[in-house]
């Protein structure tokens, strides 16, 4: 019998690998975040992120668009997600299995943009509508993903962007019997257009609604659990209910004070007021009292629970008021709760009175992140929305936020001050402020630090001075305790786009859009050595911890090694098709100079060796140029920020 051979020496260690963590970011602005069950569905640029309403650590994610996700809808039995692409020439609406996490259709029929999706209650049916340059109404087969039937929508004078749509279920007879038609609405600006669909002939006929005089903005559209009725949401914050049965016009209430965003259907009965003694025909026939509750989401923040009692008498009987944090787009229900986005980027689950936030968001392109040096679990971001946000990894939720001053200006940088829980910030406005991680307060202000922009800002750890860039070309040391100028370094003629201080803190790297990187003397403010690439901007640096070699990327299409004595690179690696194939905007290293992370204009993020300057890995996640990435102290995460206004955290395993 052969003896089994045997191996001698430890084994090989795995190679390093890189894992998408979590995901910060949502689509505020369309309102793109649906409930089903434990979890919940929000749109992140052009993904979306499946979240746990019980474990916020627990995240799945979804990608199937190129571009951003405008409009978003799901089943009623939980099963499909169907998300439209917002806009671009060919704009996709993809249609997932959510129990295989799989793409189920492809539907390419729309051009520049989707306005509006809606799936009918027994989940056989999807409507889209194009945008207002496209105008096309399609209803699919959404088992099948073919057309059933389409139309275009009348053209208008003022091209009203379309807002919403809702298909309901087949239409009743007079004696609210169903036939084999369904219905459905669309809301453009002032207009209502209501259709009905009989499916065996794909022929879709308009129908007629009459309003009298009422004139609106309308924001949202719900129809009854029956059909019957069609309930409208506007600007100045009534219902106005329409019998779809005779299409006119049955009740204008005033609900809200700042505006309806949002109504959803709850709940609803056909035979309220029954005893258990056994079929009756005025309950349960032609005459049977039906009731709806409804759901609306307001300008102002509020949550307003409703019941329509008598869709023959109708009036409104608020149940119950909720607040969140700011103008709510989108509602659903989620198991006993109700899952509400708002415009300012924050995601609740509301359970009776009990309101609890469970996500918030930058609202614009977040452009830089800086981790706290002797705190792995936070960091601060820099959004152009206008704010400065803190956050905190165990939980990974916003703990403060600064900025959003009245003079529109945002946010370009940031820098911890040591162990302090203070950063300096630098602002479009070519201001310096200082402020309070914990509070958010602003401490103290150097106005007009700069002429145009500030693009960096670099702080040594015995915290005497600070340095500062700008796009200008300018770069500027400044006194930490007096806030007084105290030497300008000259020499850039374009933007200086990063600056790194060596850990002695008596020299400086500066990198420019001039092609130029220049090393400083701090003591004398004097020029040490310089660099120079041949072609393009250089957009990030990074100094190596033997304070002897330094890294640097840009629209080169490169990765160049530098030695601080000599002229020319010491290396300089082409990108390939295994890295970014477009220009890199980013770039940072571990601690210990065994791996560096880049990101790009291709939305992704690459993990490289460094002693061989070979990509090892490229971790997709972004939908939009990744503008910042950054390692924490203690090398085990990155945090990626990017164009599409969203912050990943990635594992990273040696």
């Not at 087969?141 to 919403?164: I, K």
């Not at 709760?337 to 980027?345: D, L």
Request: with cysteine; aromatic share 8%; net charge negative.
């Amino acid at each position: 019998m052969a003896e089994t051979p045997t191996t001698n020496g430890p084994e090989p260690l795995p190679p390093p690998a890189l894992e998408l963590e979590h995901a910060i970011g949502y689509n505020a602005r369309y309102g793109n975040c649906v409930g089903a069950g434990e979890k919940y569905y929000s749109a992140m640029g052009g993904s979306v992120v499946v979240g746990d309403l019980k474990d916020v650590h627990c995240q799945e994610f979804l990608r199937g668009l190129e571009e951003e996700v405008g409009v978003f809808c799901a089943s009623k039995d939980g099963g499909r997600l169907v998300v439209g692409q917002l806009e671009g020439q060919k704009s996709d609406i993809v249609v997932w299995d959510l129990a295989t996490r799989s793409i189920l259709h492809r539907l390419t029929d729309h051009e520049n943009g989707v306005a509006a999706l809606s799936i009918s209650p027994d989940d056989k049916l999807l409507l889209s509508v194009g945008s207002c340059t496209d105008r096309r109404v399609i209803v699919w087969d959404l088992e099948l993903g073919q057309p059933v039937a389409m139309t275009t929508l009348p053209p208008t004078d003022d091209q009203a962007v379309v807002s919403c749509c809702a298909i309901g279920g087949l239409v009743e007879d007079i004696k609210r019997r169903k036939t084999q038609n369904y219905q459905f609405t669309i809301l453009s600006g002032s207009k209502i257009y209501r259709y009905t669909l009989d499916p065996q002939t794909s022929s879709v006929a308009p129908l007629r609604t009459t309003i009298g005089n009422i004139v609106r903005q309308w924001t949202s559209v719900a129809y009854s659990q029956q059909g019957d009725l069609l309930f409208l949401g506007s600007e100045t914050g009534d219902v106005t209910v329409i019998s779809t049965t005779e299409g006119a016009h049955v009740k204008n209430l005033r609900v809200l004070s700042s505006g309806i965003r949002y109504i959803i259907v709850t709940g609803g009965s056909g035979n309220e007021g029954d005893d258990g003694k056994g079929f009756q025909y005025a309950r349960y026939g032609q005459h049977a009292i039906r009731s709806t509750t409804l759901k609306m989401g307001g300008g102002n923040g509020e949550v307003v629970d409703c019941r329509v009692r008598d869709h023959a008498d109708v009036t409104f009987e608020v149940t119950s008021r909720a607040a969140v944090g700011g103008p709510v787009n989108s509602l659903s229900v989620a198991g006993d709760s109700v899952v509400a986005g708002t415009t300012n980027g924050e995601v609740y689950k509301i359970n009776g009175s009990e309101v609890v936030k469970i996500q918030t968001a930058p609202l614009g392109a977040v452009v830089h992140v800086a981790h706290c040096p002797h705190a792995n679990d936070k960091f601060v971001t820099c959004s152009e929305d206008g704010f400065v946000r803190f956050w905190e990894l165990n939980g990974y939720q916003q703990t403060a936020s600064g900025g959003n001053y009245k003079t529109r200006t945002t946010p370009s940088c940031a820098a911890y001050v040591g162990a302090t829980d203070t950063v300096v910030t630098g602002w479009s406005d070519g201001g310096v402020r200082c402020i309070d991680t914990l509070s958010g307060e602003t401490h103290w202000a150097v106005m007009n630090a700069h002429q145009e922009a500030v693009t960096d800002i670099a702080i040594p750890e015995t915290l005497q001075f600070f340095v500062t860039s700008s796009e200008t070309g300018d770069v500027k040391v400044w006194n930490t305790r007096t806030r007084v100028l105290s030497r300008e370094l000259k020499g850039h003629k374009s933007r200086v786009s990063q600056i790194q201080l060596f850990d002695n803190a008596t020299h400086l790297l500066s990198a420019s859009k001039d092609r130029s990187i220049i090393m400083w003397d701090m003591n004398t403010g004097q020029r040490v050595a310089s660099n120079l690439l041949q072609m393009g901007h250089v957009n990030s640096i990074y100094l190596l911890r033997n304070q002897n070699n330094f890294l640097s990327t840009g629209s080169d299409k490169k990765v160049s090694l530098w030695d601080v004595r000599q002229q020319e690179p010491v290396a300089q690696v082409p990108l390939t098709n295994a890295a970014h194939d477009t220009a890199m905007t980013t770039m940072h290293g571990t601690s210990d100079d065994r791996f560096f992370a880049t990101g790009g204009t291709d939305h992704c993020v690459t993990l490289w060796d460094f002693p061989s300057l070979r990509p090892i890995q490229t971790g997709i996640g972004h939908t939009n140029t990744v503008t910042h990435t950054r390692f924490s102290p203690d090398n085990r995460q990155i945090i990626s920020c990017g164009m599409d206004r969203s912050i990943l955290i990635w594992n990273f395993y040696t």
